[in-house]
């Protein structure tokens, strides 16, 4: 397989460990969450669940490529003021803030399991040459290292054109591996913030955990980001199961103008790791988020679950706690204004 051994990304360092040791997050030589979190998974049940992974897949894709609007590059550099956004499918945010490109979790390569012999096939075709239109990014963020949002093939394609990253505590090795000039790459622990150009953004906790490979599980850190400027306060909540740490961001970082919330990917088994829709609407009401987005869907098939649920009981959850929604087509330029509040999936 093309590029196999450089999937894992780079490797765990005696160097390294010791760094990651100064953070109150690595405890007995790994990452902790802020609060007790599993897996509920036994040995027995893997097969069954790696079955329906990449057989059963009826209502779990959609029937046909979900189609994207090509990038009007002039349209999105236009106006410097105003925050604006592009969701390409599951996490990857591409946005405009005070007069800079920023892009988030830019996973666009076509499988999410490139390290498995069965593909998680991407519900979108030729993502990946969406990179060739892109504006230059003056900012890359990457919330933590998971196939699903750390791909390979899309940091090579982003690489000459990409000026800085943010990233979480750890990932750096990945890029410094795959070619990225470490001077470039700052790295965040939780509740780390850095002003980019009059944007405060800070790496906020969530609950979830990191790995590529066999070894390397918490071996760095997972988090969410927020952007506060003098007119707007936005937040990428990042991969999480529901936990405490939702009320302290509000309190600490809030009340946000617009969040984009994990909804997707969820199961009983791995409950306390990924939200189910109601508890992502909750979290966002705990965060003090006043208008909100799902992100995390609409991308891969990484649970059981049909592939429209998460944005139909997001909604559901939303109209029933009266929190604004927003629904964007993937590729649709959008301001937080704009009322994306009708389902464009069926």
Same mark, same amino acid.
């Given at each position: 397989?093309?590029?196999?051994?450089?999937?894992?990304?780079?490797?765990?360092?005696?160097?390294? +460990?010791?760094?990651?040791?100064?953070?109150?997050? *690595?405890?007995?030589?790994?990452?902790?969450?802020?609060?007790?979190?599993?897996?509920?998974?036994?040995?027995? $049940?893997?097969?069954?669940?790696?079955?329906?992974?990449?057989?059963?897949?009826?209502?779990?894709?959609?029937?046909?490529?979900?189609?994207?609007?090509?990038?009007?590059?002039?349209?999105?550099?236009?106006?410097?003021?105003?925050?604006?956004?592009? *969701?390409?499918?599951?996490?990857?945010?591409?946005?405009?803030?005070?007069?800079?490109?920023?892009?988030?979790?830019?996973?666009?390569?076509?499988?999410?399991?490139?390290?498995?012999?069965?593909?998680?096939?991407?519900?979108?075709?030729?993502?990946?040459?969406?990179?060739?239109?892109?504006?230059?990014?003056?900012?890359?963020?990457?919330?933590?290292?998971?196939?699903?949002?750390?791909?390979?093939?899309?940091?090579?394609?982003?690489?000459?054109?990409?000026?800085?990253?943010?990233?979480?505590?750890?990932?750096?090795?990945?890029?410094?591996?795959?070619?990225?000039?470490?001077?470039?790459?700052? $790295?965040?622990?939780?509740?780390?913030?850095?002003?980019?150009?009059?944007?405060?953004?800070?790496? +906020?906790?969530?609950?979830?955990?990191?790995?590529?490979?066999?070894?390397?599980? @918490?071996?760095?850190?997972?988090?969410?980001?927020?952007?506060?400027?003098?007119?707007?306060?936005? *937040?990428?909540?990042?991969?999480?199961?529901?936990?405490? #740490?939702?009320?302290?961001?509000?309190?600490?970082?809030?009340?946000?103008?617009?969040?984009?919330?994990?909804?997707?990917?969820?199961?009983?088994?791995? #409950?306390?790791?990924?939200?189910?829709?109601?508890? @992502?609407?909750?979290?966002?009401?705990?965060?003090?988020?006043?208008?909100?987005?799902?992100?995390?869907?609409?991308?891969?098939?990484?649970?059981?679950?049909?592939?429209?649920?998460?944005?139909?009981?997001?909604?559901?959850?939303?109209?029933?706690?009266?929190?604004?929604?927003?629904?964007?087509?993937?590729?649709?330029?959008?301001?937080?204004?704009?009322?994306?509040?009708?389902? *464009?999936?069926?």
């Amino acid at each position: 397989m093309k590029n196999f051994k450089k999937q894992f990304g780079g490797k765990l360092t005696d160097s390294l +460990t010791e760094r990651y040791n100064k953070s109150e997050n *690595w405890k007995d030589g790994k990452f902790l969450n802020l609060e007790e979190t599993s897996m509920s998974i036994n040995f027995w $049940e893997i097969p069954k669940l790696l079955y329906k992974q990449f057989s059963d897949k009826e209502k779990r894709e959609p029937a046909k490529p979900l189609p994207i609007i090509p990038l009007d590059k002039k349209a999105f550099l236009l106006d410097d003021i105003n925050f604006k956004y592009i *969701w390409y499918g599951h996490s990857v945010l591409l946005m405009r803030m005070n007069a800079k490109t920023i892009l988030i979790d830019p996973m666009l390569g076509p499988n999410a399991s490139p390290i498995a012999p069965f593909k998680t096939k991407r519900f979108s075709e030729d993502t990946l040459n969406l990179i060739d239109d892109f504006p230059e990014i003056d900012l890359m963020l990457l919330s933590h290292d998971h196939y699903d949002h750390l791909d390979y093939d899309s940091i090579q394609k982003l690489k000459n054109k990409t000026k800085e990253y943010y990233v979480a505590l750890g990932v750096k090795r990945h890029l410094v591996a795959w070619g990225i000039d470490p001077e470039i790459i700052t $790295e965040f622990d939780w509740w780390n913030d850095a002003t980019f150009t009059d944007i405060k953004i800070t790496f +906020t906790p969530s609950r979830h955990f990191s790995g590529r490979g066999l070894t390397d599980r @918490s071996k760095s850190l997972w988090g969410g980001w927020t952007f506060k400027t003098e007119n707007q306060n936005i *937040w990428f909540s990042g991969d999480s199961g529901y936990g405490t #740490h939702f009320k302290e961001i509000g309190e600490k970082l809030g009340p946000f103008d617009f969040g984009f919330m994990e909804n997707g990917q969820y199961n009983e088994k791995w #409950h306390q790791i990924h939200m189910f829709p109601e508890e @992502s609407i909750q979290a966002a009401l705990e965060a003090k988020v006043k208008k909100v987005m799902p992100v995390h869907w609409a991308g891969f098939a990484l649970a059981q679950h049909d592939w429209t649920e998460p944005a139909e009981k997001f909604q559901e959850a939303a109209t029933k706690n009266n929190l604004d929604v927003s629904f964007p087509k993937l590729g649709e330029i959008c301001s937080i204004e704009d009322l994306n509040d009708k389902a *464009w999936w069926f």
